[in-house]
C-alpha cells in the first residue's frame, strides 16, 4: 500500500469516447503529479499541480486535461484519444517544497481501440 | 538541462551474487538522486535518494548505492541478490521545480 490509489486499473476505451483516470493521494503530500509510461520509452512528465495549481505542463496534446479540485484528488480527463495514447499512466505525490521522494499509485493501463 | 542515463537495458546476475545497476547523471549545481523500482503491474517504489553527506546511500531491501561526484554516477548495489529483486530499475534526478526526470529503466535478473 503505497498511499495513492488510483482508478480503474485498466480501462479500454474508443477513440470518441470520453473516461476520466482518478488518483487520490493519503499521505498529506501538496504536490501530484500525472506521468505516462510507454513500452521502450522513458518515464515522460506530463502534469505537476502544487498547491492544487497546475505548475508543469510538458507539451501535453489537449486531448488530455488535467483537474486537481483539492490537494487529495487528481484527475486526468481523456476525450478523442489516439491509439498511440495507450500507456500505463502513473499518479504520483510528494511533499513540496523538499527533496522527498514521490510516491506511485499502481497506474491505470489504458488502451485506445 | 538535467539528464539521467542508464546505459544497461538489462542486467544478469545469479542469486547469491553482488549486483550493480548503473546511472550516471548531469545537473547544474548539487544533485538530488533517487533511485526506484518497479514489479510487474505495480507502480513505482521508492528505494532510496541522496541529497547530502555520505556518499554510501543505504535504502529499502538491502540496496545501496554510492554517489561519486567527480564520475557523476550514482551506481545501485546490492552485496547478495535474491531472485525476488528481478524487476525494473529506475534512476532519477530532480530536475527544475519538484519534479523528477527519469532513466529509461533497466531491467534485472536474478537467476536461480
Known amino acids: 500500500e503505497t498511499g495513492v490509489t488510483q482508478t480503474p486499473r485498466h480501462l479500454v476505451m474508443g477513440m470518441t469516447n470520453k473516461k476520466s483516470l482518478k488518483c487520490e493521494q493519503h499521505l498529506g503530500h501538496n504536490a501530484m503529479y500525472w506521468y505516462k509510461q510507454s513500452a521502450k520509452k522513458p518515464l515522460e512528465l506530463m502534469f505537476v499541480?502544487?498547491?492544487?495549481?497546475?505548475?508543469e505542463n510538458n507539451s501535453v496534446p489537449s486531448r488530455f486535461s488535467p483537474e486537481c479540485p483539492n490537494s487529495s484528488h487528481l484527475f486526468l480527463h481523456l476525450h478523442t484519444l489516439q491509439p498511440e495514447d495507450s500507456a500505463l499512466y502513473l499518479c504520483?505525490?510528494?511533499?513540496?517544497?523538499?527533496?522527498?521522494?514521490?510516491?506511485f499509485g499502481d497506474g491505470t493501463r489504458l488502451s485506445i481501440l | 538541462a538535467q539528464s539521467v542515463a542508464q546505459p544497461e537495458d538489462q542486467v544478469n546476475v545469479a542469486e547469491g551474487n553482488p549486483l550493480t545497476v548503473k546511472c550516471t547523471y548531469s545537473v547544474s549545481g548539487n544533485p538530488y538522486l533517487f533511485w526506484y523500482v518497479q514489479y510487474p503491474n505495480r507502480g513505482l517504489q521508492f528505494l532510496l535518494k541522496y541529497i547530502t553527506g555520505d556518499n554510501l546511500v543505504k535504502g529499502s531491501y538491502g540496496f545501496e548505492a554510492e554517489f561519486n561526484k567527480s564520475q557523476t554516477s550514482f551506481h545501485l548495489k546490492k552485496p547478495s541478490a535474491l531472485v525476488s529483486d528481478s524487476a525494473l530499475y529506475f534512476c532519477a534526478v530532480r530536475g527544475a521545480g519538484t519534479a523528477l526526470i527519469f532513466g529509461k529503466g533497466t531491467t534485472l535478473s536474478v537467476s536461480s
Open positions: 504520483a505525490s510528494s511533499q513540496d517544497p523538499g527533496n522527498q521522494p514521490q510516491h
Open positions: 499541480y502544487s498547491l492544487e495549481e497546475r505548475v
